[in-house]
């Protein structure tokens, strides 16, 4: 992930010479989830219900003035029609109505977290300051929004891929103030971490997400706009 601007992204390019990285062990082990999650992935039918409870949850976001930083990179996603549980996936870090709403579509769906990759002992970064408990939440995070990839494979690959090697850059925007906003209260008013510093930890995260999952689908898919362009421009 080199080049992961404001618009664009790469989620099969490596992010060389970045401060922080995911360590390789956190890599390998989230690869494996991945394939394991393919492996066992079935067709399941919405539910309207549900449908219905991630939307209220993520209008109960918005009407939150504490995030009002985070409410036009999340309409740009509602514009390009990405699901709704991929981005109370996003926000679960940091907002636990959020969090709660997507382990429910996990629950429904059958599935829990992966014992293997709850690890305690899972170094997530190469070199961290983070506490266990940061870290875990941390691991638990990418492995929500890796789930709900995996039961959302095509919806949400098909809405944020520009194209075969590029993500939208909205996704990586959310995703690092998202991060910003944990190590805020995580390291309870100590230095901030550069924002520079943390777009390149979160294309790696991204890149750990998406990557495993580009072989399960059509590329003649992302080859074809998924929204009008228009529609998502200011």
């Not at 219905?52 to 109960?60: C, E, K, N, S, Y």
């Not at 940091?94 to 977290?113: F, N, T």
């Amino acid at each position: 992930m080199s080049e992961f601007g404001p618009e664009s992204a790469a989620p099969g390019e490596g992010a060389t010479g970045a401060p922080e990285q995911l360590s390789e062990e956190a890599r390998q082990r989230f690869a494996a989830a991945a394939a394991a999650m393919q492996a066992l992935k079935r067709e399941e039918k919405k539910s309207k219900k549900r449908d219905d409870r991630v939307a209220r949850t993520i209008i109960q976001f918005l009407s939150d003035e504490k995030y009002t930083h985070l409410f036009v990179l999340i309409s740009r996603l509602v514009a390009r029609d990405c699901p709704s549980i991929f981005i109370l996936a996003i926000l679960s870090l940091i907002h636990e109505d959020c969090q709660q709403v997507v382990h429910e579509y996990l629950a429904e769906a059958g599935s829990s977290m992966p014992a293997d990759i709850m690890n305690q002992g899972m170094s997530l970064m190469q070199t961290s300051e983070l506490d266990a408990e940061a870290n875990r939440l941390l691991v638990e995070w990418i492995t929500r929004m890796q789930m709900i990839l995996s039961y959302e494979t095509v919806s949400i690959l098909t809405r944020l891929m520009l194209d075969e090697h590029n993500i939208d850059g909205t996704v990586l925007q959310l995703t690092t103030f998202v991060l910003q906003d944990f190590f805020r209260s995580a390291r309870g008013g100590a230095k901030e971490i550069p924002f520079e510093k943390l777009h390149l930890l979160t294309a790696s995260i991204l890149q750990s997400i998406f990557e495993p999952f580009l072989s399960a689908i059509d590329k003649k898919l992302l080859q074809k706009p998924a929204v009008n362009q228009d529609d998502t421009d200011e």
